[in-house]
């Protein structure tokens, strides 16, 4: 997950930029009504300070329009606007000033003022777009470190509940079983907190180098995932059954082959969670012969009890987020009891971008 940074400052108003504008376009406004009440011509030198004028005129409405809030450019704009259109009024013979005449010359005149506005609105409209994607990907990457801190902090967080709830049947006359306990509680909690640190130390990272990223997981690591599940649920019969292909392919598309870890991490979770007394897990992951990746963890209850949907729909939102993730790459997952009475996860996704586009 990469880092985004962005500078609030150029989104940011900055005021102060309103106090000179109002000051020189109201000094402009009244220079234009006095030369038109006294009617004297203007003069070569006051055409020359003139121009200087409509410069800064024109620099200060940019600067408005881009810096000042929102409300505030609205007026004072209008306000510069005004004193610069008005400003060629100075400059039209008195004896031919007409209302057809100062209308025709305003309009001309105004479309210096269109140009600083589109000069300093496009620049404030690109860095307001720019700050929403960026507060989009931010929110897009608190959902990822969300979905990262359920299935693989909760997945061990659980697991450590798991063993010391199982601990506490532990007689204090076989310390060898409560010393096993301690140490597969003490593993889990390890487990948990190296996966915080990578995360941490991802979002500590000042710079976009994928050296820190923590290390994408594997279906090879299946195997000493379910090893660990075995052990603490020592009366469980956990198998798994991972064709050839699988173990040793190299996806084309990583996050489909992350994704189906996920999926076997949040049902094993699952599994501790909503079903403690679960006899038998089976877990199956194979590559069928259209290049479709298929995921299957199915369980029981124990003694006889069957499950139902309505059991297994107070946890989080596990489940849900990982359908979204595997619709998005292009396959389907479904979740609930089968005919046998068996809690039932299964998946399928293509392991190529043309299976997937096909899909």
Known sequence: MQVIRWRPDLARPRPWVVIPAVVVAVASLAA???????????????????????????????????????????????????????????????????????????????????????????????????????????????????????????HDVSGIVAQAQAARFVHADDPARLRAALERIETAGLQALSAMDDLVAMLADSHDSHDHRPPLARLSDLPDLVERFRVERPQSHVSLAQDERSQRLVLRRPQVEMTAYRIVVEALTNIRRHAPSTEQVTIEVRVDDKDVLQVRVSNDVGHGARITSVSRTHGGRGLLNLRERVRALGGDLNAGPDEHGRWTVAACMPISRAGANRG
Do not use: M
């Open 32 to 154: 234009t009504a006095y030369v038109v009440h006294t009617g004297s011509a203007p003069s070569q030198v006051a055409g020359l300070i003139g121009s200087v004028e409509v410069v800064a005129l024109l620099l200060l409405l940019a600067f408005v329009v881009r810096w000042a809030p929102a409300r505030t450019a609205y007026l004072v704009g209008t306000v510069i606007a005004a004193a610069q259109t008005l400003w060629i009024v100075r400059f039209l013979p008195t004896e031919e000033l007409t209302p057809l005449s100062v209308i025709g010359g305003c309009a001309l005149w105004s479309l210096a003022s269109v140009g600083a506005v589109v000069t300093g609105g496009y620049p404030r409209i690109a860095a307001v777009r720019l700050d929403r994607s960026v507060t989009a990907a931010r929110q897009a990457q608190r959902l990822d470190l969300a979905h990262d801190l359920h299935d693989f902090v909760a």
